[in-house]
């Protein structure tokens, strides 16, 4: 069992459809992350919030629309999928998204399935 | 080139040696290396954490670090079974909010 809980597991959406991935973290940390891992590619970065404040969009499609309303949680905001946006979505937090040595740790992640 | 280098494997090696990961990246002011292990289907776990050129051990794990040459490995010894995984080399570089920046990872079997 993971310090950070993403909700839900699996997903299977259509393309027209709006839907919204959770993450909530348990372990204090100040910084959250969103990532996404496709099959034989490395993590992609999408979103960094740090104490609530958005500090990076590594050029993530409007498609996806991040919101961290408290350090403690972070949703991901899906509308008008595309087919190749299938992946897993995996969020990460750390004590804070400053200082190099402080690790990531990672939710079980969100497995979408786009139709 | 890729910012973090790992071959993709599968690497294989009989239960009780001792297996030898590689990660190489492109980055000099990256400060900060991590591995991380990944079951099928479940997230990345941390694993270890090395910062400083040299080894740094814990328990099985050995993680060494050249960073003149821009590479990391990773050693498990007295390999097992259950270390059959797919090992990810994540490296951090220094300064404002700093990205983490991982490999495709290299995928590990134990043959028992």
Redesign the interface.
């Known amino acids: 069992e993971t310090g950070v809980t993403q909700t839900p597991r699996h997903l299977v959406m259509g393309m027209t459809n709006k839907k919204s991935l959770k993450c909530e973290q348990h372990l204090g940390h100040n910084a959250m992350y969103w990532y996404k891992q496709s099959a034989k590619k490395p993590l992609e970065l999408m979103f960094v919030y740090n104490f609530k404040e958005q500090t990076e969009n590594n050029s993530v499609p409007s498609r996806f629309s991040p919101e961290c309303p408290n350090s403690s949680h972070l949703f991901l905001h899906l509308h008008t999928l595309q087919p190749e946006d299938s992946a897993l979505y995996l969020c990460a937090s750390s004590q804070g998204a400053q200082g190099a040595r402080q690790p990531q740790h990672f939710g079980d992640g969100t497995r979408l399935s786009i139709l | 080139q890729?910012e973090?280098e790992q071959n993709?494997g599968p690497l294989s090696v009989p239960e009780g040696a001792i297996a030898s990961l590689n990660c190489t990246y492109s980055d000099r002011v990256s400060?900060?290396f991590?591995w991380?292990r990944q079951y099928s289907g479940?997230?990345?776990?941390?694993i270890m954490?090395i910062?400083s050129n040299g080894d740094k051990e814990d328990g099985r794990f050995t993680a060494q670090l050249n960073k003149a040459s821009q590479y990391v490995s990773l050693l498990i010894r007295d390999s097992q079974p259950s270390d059959s995984a797919t090992y990810?080399c994540?490296v951090?570089?220094?300064g404002?909010?700093?990205?983490?920046?991982?490999?495709?990872?290299t995928k590990l079997q134990v043959i028992p």
């Open positions: 890729k973090v993709s400060q900060s991590f991380y479940k997230s990345p776990e941390l954490s910062y990810l994540a951090r570089r220094t404002g909010y700093q990205k983490v920046t991982f490999g495709t990872g």
